[in-house]
Structure formats: C-alpha cells, structure tokens
C-alpha cells in the first residue's frame, strides 16, 4: 500500500492541536466563522438590465438583455427583479465583459471569495420548470484556471472555460408557484462535469481549485418542454456568498504520478468539526477514469469544438462510478459508506481516516489514435479522478424547499468502469439524492495519473 507525502493545512481554524479523552483531536478555531461580505453579482435596482457586451463589467448577454423586462416589486424586499423569456431560447448567461475574469470582476484567483451562488426564482402557475420527478432546469457553470492561455482571445479557438465545466440539475415543485423562491448552490450542487459520466464531480469540477471563486460565467436553463405552458421566469438578488461550512478537511486536494500496477494508494485524512455542537457525518464517493484534463482542453482548443470532449474519452472506454475509492477510519476498519455508521466528530475536534484508492492495472488503457473534428488525437485512458463529500444530514437547509436537487447518476447500477470493482448500491440516506445542494460540507479532490 502507497502513502502519498501530504502536509496537512486544517482550511478552518488553526493554532495547536492537542488530544482529548476520547482520542481525537481538539482542534484551537473560533467557535463560529465569519463569512466574507456577499459579492452582488446583479439586483437590477436601477431599473435595467446590465449586458457584458454593452459596456458593464459583468452582465447577461445582449441578446438575453432583448429577452428581459424590469418587472416590480422585486424578491426579498427589493424593488425590482427581471422576467426573461425562455420561448426562443432555453438559456441566459451571466458573465464578465472579458473571459480570462471571475465573478468579482478581478482577473485575479482569490481562492477564498465566495462558496455558494445565491439567487431568487418566481416561476409561473404552468411552467413545465415545476414537476413532481423530473430535471427541469439546471445551472451550467464555467471555469478559469489562472494563467490559462487559451480562454479568452487567443491565436486559436477562444475557449470559455478550462475543461472545468459544471452542470447543477434541479427540478421546482409545483408548491413553489408564484411565489419568490430562495435557491442557494454550494459545490455540491454540481452533480457532473463536461466529459466524465457516472462520476459526482462538485469540487472536483476544478480539481485542486474552489469552485465558486474559480467561476467566470453561468448559465441558467430551461430543460423543461417550452412549447407548452409559459416560459417566463423571474430572477432577482444574484450574489456570491459564504457560508459556514459544516466540516473542514485537509488535505482538501492531491495530485501525483503512480504506477498502475502498484496496488492501493492512500491519503490520510483529517476531518474537523469547528462547530459548536457535536456532528454526525455521512460520506459520498466516486471517481472517474479517463484522459488528463489538460490532454482534452488543448484537443478542446485544437479543434474549437466540446464534441472532442466526449470523442477523446468515449474512444478510450471512460466511465466513473463508486468503489474504486473507500474511506477507513485511522487504524483500519471496514468501509465508513458500506457500514452506513456516521462519522461522530465531537465539536471543534477532528478524526482522523484514510481515504484508499484502489488502482488496479485494468484502469490505464492502450494508446489510442482518435479522429475529431478533422484532427487526430493521440491518448491514453490513465487519469483517475476522485471526489469526497462529507456532510451533516442534520443541518438546517438553506434554499426553499420547493428546489429540488435531483441527484448524481455516479450511484446508478451500470456496468463497471475499466478496473473498478462491480457496483455496490450505498445504504438508505448516504445516496447522491441525499447529499443537500445548499450545504457547504468538506470536499476531497486526488488526481491520480497513473503510469503503465
């Protein structure tokens, strides 16, 4: 078994660590944290409509602006909101006026901007955007990696993220009709991203950066039919914000370069509790195998197209899935998520576990010579990416009841991926479907290469 050198950096916190009585880890934080100003992304209080493509900073799209109406009063109190019609367009894109720029207009990283996207939805008695079971609408997001030369102008295609796309899929009940509903987005929000299937991505979107401060642009869509019913839908208060987050974890990301053929990797782990009250966590695995990320955004470039996304990785037998990644607690043990018992964290203390990748040989795969979009791409299915969520299932929520995260398809029964042991269903309330979308919990991220 491998053990990768980690130095270990608790994210919330900090100052001397000392043993308690029941053997874990008084960890010397505050006792409640303290949130970053909310970053106001648009209230439409002046009266328009701001476009990124006319003049402001950031702003929709012009063609959405031609789309939108000021409608009053607004949500939450304020005095104006905006209602865009979906008839001959299923989507709107908030932005910067520049693409290499994030969300608080800086083209500078700040890692610790924002965790959630915040905003308010009044959707029509009718809208096919309400449904008792289906996906309806989602939230695609789109990221800049620092320093990335292809995003923006450039000597070739003019890409729009860095292969970090995100999608944040959701229905509404039909309680929530007519009326303002609160949605709020943490990382675990985002079920997937741009390429890789049946793997639950959140953080793992932008591997070892955060995910809300790491956006540059999102795009609200209407999945729903919009040939019948009305297809109107109000949207006021868009914001960044931070919330507490209910767990911290260190080391939060890890990358390394591994032999195939050298069994087991493990990460020790640190889970801390920085609350007030003692917490039980639960914890949802998955992990995906496939070609680098930085392999597909430079075909991604070459080709100005996302179709090569999905013929690079389809050409090379990708898939993602549970199983190929375990967490143990310190000392050994079964499986936390196969014996369904909660991860007990006294307050401001932490536990100690391993997080256990299983590689195996059959993961990396011949090089394969693919053609897309009048290109050839030579590749290799050898990079195994790994997403941990670990949560409070007794938090209050957030976001009104009636948004809906619909869930990952990383827990459905399909075939095994190359390597990966066969799917094993995780226990009643420790499914993606119980995971809550408005609940920054702690999130693990390894990106493993691995060597032939």
């Not at 992304?41 to 109406?69: C, K, M, Q, Y």
């Not at 591997?207 to 109107?232: K, S, V």
């Not at 090089?367 to 590749?379: D, E, L, M, R």
């Amino acid at each position: 078994m491998r053990h990768l050198a980690l130095v270990f950096i608790v994210a919330c916190g900090g100052g001397k660590h000392g043993g308690d009585d029941d053997g874990g880890t008084v960890i010397d934080a505050a006792t409640s944290c303290t949130p970053m100003a909310p970053v106001p992304l648009v209230d439409f209080e002046s009266g328009s409509i701001p476009s990124s493509e006319a003049g402001a900073t950031e702003g929709f799209r012009s063609a959405d602006v031609t789309r939108g109406t000021i409608v009053s009063p607004g949500a939450n109190g304020t005095a104006h909101a905006a209602e865009f019609s979906f008839a001959a367009d299923s989507a709107i894109f908030f932005q910067g006026s520049q693409r290499p720029q994030y969300l608080d207009g800086s083209s500078t990283y700040n890692a610790a901007l924002a965790n959630a996207l915040d905003f308010w939805m009044q959707i029509p008695a009718g809208s096919n955007l309400l449904s008792t079971s289906a996906q309806t609408f989602s939230v695609f997001t789109y990221h800049y990696k620092s320093g990335d030369p292809w995003v923006g102008p450039n000597s070739g295609a003019s890409l729009t993220d860095s292969q970090m796309h995100g999608y944040g899929p959701m229905r509404f009940d039909p309680a929530g009709a007519d009326r303002w509903l609160h949605v709020v987005m943490s990382p675990s929000a985002f079920d997937h991203s741009r390429g890789n299937y049946h793997f639950y991505a959140a953080r793992a979107i932008v591997e070892g950066l955060e995910l809300i401060p790491a956006m540059r642009q999102f795009q609200p869509i209407f999945l729903a039919d919009r040939a019948t019913g009305p297809t109107a839908v109000r949207f006021d208060e868009m914001r960044l914000v931070t919330l507490c987050p209910t767990a911290t974890i260190a080391p939060a990301s890890v990358e390394q370069t591994v032999p195939a053929a050298g069994g087991d990797v493990s990460v020790p782990i640190e889970i801390g509790n920085t609350g007030d009250r003692e917490r039980a966590y639960r914890v949802f695995i998955s992990s995906t195998i496939g070609v680098d990320r930085q392999t597909l955004e430079a075909a991604m470039h070459d080709t100005d197209s996302v179709a090569t996304i999905d013929d690079l990785q389809g050409a090379v037998g990708s898939d993602g899935g549970l199983g190929a990644a375990e967490l143990i607690a310190e000392g050994g043990g079964g499986s936390i998520i196969a014996g369904g018992q909660p991860i007990r964290v006294a307050a401001h203390s932490t536990w100690r576990g391993t997080i256990v990748h299983h590689v195996t040989p059959a993961m990396v795969g011949n090089s394969t010579t693919v053609s897309s979009q009048g290109k050839s791409f030579t590749v290799r299915r050898d990079t195994l990416v790994t997403s941990a969520i670990i949560w409070d299932p007794d938090e209050p929520r957030i976001s009104d009841p009636a948004a809906i995260f619909t869930g990952s398809n990383a827990d459905s029964s399909h075939p095994a991926p190359p390597g990966f042991p066969a799917f094993v269903d995780p226990p009643a309330g420790w499914h993606s479907t119980d995971v809550p979308a408005d609940q920054v919990g702690a999130y693990f991220v390894s990106v493993l290469h691995l060597t032939p």
